[in-house]
């Protein structure tokens, strides 16, 4: 027994010291080399709220613009901090848990380093320089930095594994060679990604002038359109294809936006970079009238030319990925088919070419056949998770932002001819707000999912609670399916009826789930 004690606490021992060499030695992302605000510099860097949007205009070289953006954003970016390391130990309650993690994810991330732009790396330090510092346990700041350009890597690499999906969706609509792309960024990890949404207007030092919708301290981008006419924006998609390490996609989108002047040249940027998720990145140049949807894996890469009237959702068309088993599983299992012929039928309704068309579409609630449905649901258009919602209409040269929630608010409609002539946001025109929702029905609807799975998750272990739990969820917003789950998991577990449970579940199978999982967990609890 003595002898066995003596080897396993060596043993821990020896991993521990390993583990912390490894640790220390690897896992911090290298720091450039700079003379602080050695660049060249445009102009001061500001902060401005205008029309319930925040915008931040940056100038300068990349360590300045990084410096900046973080002081201009400093108690968001410590906000936004402070979220992502709640959701870190909601997946590592523990810290035994956390430093393996921590090993894992550096090993796995070796050589990230040299596929990230030094430009990308230097504005991110500048970022970091206004970091949260009682976080450098997790590690140092400009780890943290570089770790948090990899949330959509890693989102996505969660999606087959729990079978469900955030969801974006992009709609395209063509006037000869005019256009209008509108999109929603459907994120719904929490809801600071909504409330603390900005316009960052970027005017480098070497490069072309551009604008995101973006958050505090992100140097990466997901919707975009520059000075040259450049819409760029990313869809999340899903392929076979394995890559360990690669560029992280918002990184890549930056580098269109800031270098590409042309379709051609933002096809060329992506097609050359080494990614390692699979994304389809909508592209548009406004001098042409060209809209493409870039099909891009670890290994694979292909165009499809938007002609006519298109919708984006999250899965791919291209021949290429026809066989491919995990982007059939996405369709068979997930929301992305659903939305995108709930799109096609919005654009086979022949509406005018207007952008009031598009916005009615990024606000749509209905369901495939023009079903209605509980609001939130996550096969419609809009389930209430969009972080931004963007419409850009190219004969005018306008940026359309909405001020949330989700789509509900208004649309702010920004010149981006004279925005980026006179370096400041210009705006010229708005969509009004959705008639049909208000912020307290979409607040009461989300209250009610959060009371519904607090209940589910209660519900064999402390039946009055779950019955509280329920109580409350349907005082919100009776008709959401989690809350119905939630009543149905009541009647069989807490109140033992066999009878009504199974009625409950088989109404919940005749309406409509969103996912493939959910309708065979509810004919398994009738079974």
């Known amino acids: 027994m003595k002898k066995a004690l003596i080897v396993f606490f060596s043993t821990a021992i020896i991993f521990v010291g390993l583990t912390t060499w490894y640790y220390q030695t690897h896992n911090y992302f290298p720091a450039p080399k700079i003379a602080d605000f050695e660049e060249k510099v445009l102009g001061k860097s500001y902060n401005r709220a205008s029309n319930g949007l925040r915008h931040i205009t940056l100038f300068g070289g990349p360590f300045k613009r990084g410096f900046d953006f973080g002081q201009l954003t400093k108690e968001s970016l410590k906000k936004q901090e402070l979220v992502m390391e709640e959701l870190l130990h909601q997946f590592f309650p523990n810290s035994i848990a956390l430093s393996a993690f921590k090993v894992v994810a550096s090993i796995w991330l070796y050589g990230i380093d040299e596929l990230i732009d030094d430009e990308f790396v230097r504005e991110m330090y500048g970022v970091s320089k206004w970091g949260y510092h009682k976080l450098d346990y997790l590690s140092d700041s400009l780890t943290r930095q570089v770790s948090y350009h990899l949330l959509h890597e890693i989102g996505q690499m969660f ?224 389930p209430l998770i969009a972080s931004h919602s963007v419409i850009y209409q190219s004969a005018s040269d306008t940026l359309f932002v909405n001020e949330g929630p989700n789509t509900a608010g208004k649309y702010f409609g920004y010149n981006l001819k004279a925005s980026f002539e006179n370096k400041r946001p210009i705006l010229t025109s708005f969509i009004e707000k959705d008639m049909e929702l208000s912020a307290q029905k979409i607040e009461n609807v989300k209250r009610a999912v959060v009371l519904a799975d607090e209940g589910i998750s209660l519900v064999k272990t402390d039946c009055p609670m779950a019955g509280e739990r329920l109580k409350l969820s349907k005082q919100k917003y009776p008709e959401h399916e989690n809350v119905k789950l939630l009543e149905a998991l009541v009647e069989k577990y807490c109140k033992k009826n066999l009878q009504k449970s199974s009625q409950l579940f088989k109404e919940l199978i005749r309406s409509n789930p969103a996912y493939h999982n959910q309708s065979k967990r509810y004919q398994n609890e009738i079974n």
């Open 159 to 382: 999606v087959d594994y729990n079978k469900q999906d955030m969801g974006c969706s992009v709609f395209s609509i063509k006037n000869g060679s005019q256009f209008i792309i509108g999109r929603n960024f459907d994120f719904d990890a929490h809801e600071i990604f909504e409330k603390e949404k900005l316009l960052k207007w970027v005017f480098p030092d070497q490069g072309i002038p551009f604008v995101s919708v973006s958050w505090p301290g992100m140097v990466g981008s997901v919707t975009g359109v520059n000075k040259a006419g450049i819409y760029a924006s990313i869809n999340a998609a899903g392929s076979s294809d394995f890559g360990r390490i690669g560029t992280p996609t918002t990184l890549l989108l930056t580098k269109v936006l800031q270098r590409a002047p042309s379709i051609e040249a933002a096809i060329k940027t992506i097609e050359a970079a080494q990614t390692f998720i699979t994304d389809i990145f909508v592209i548009a140049d406004r001098k042409n009238g060209r809209v493409v949807a870039i099909e891009k894996s670890p290994s694979r890469f292909s165009v499809r030319e938007l002609g006519s009237d298109q919708v984006v959702t999250n899965h791919l068309l291209t021949s290429i990925f026809q066989d491919d088993q995990t982007n059939s599983d996405r369709q068979t299992n997930l929301t992305t088919l659903k939305r995108y012929n709930r799109g096609l039928e919005l654009l086979g309704l022949g509406k005018p070419f207007h952008i009031k068309t598009i916005a009615s579409f990024l606000r749509d609630k209905k369901l495939v056949g023009n079903r209605q449905t509980y609001l939130g649901h996550k096969a419609s258009i809009n």
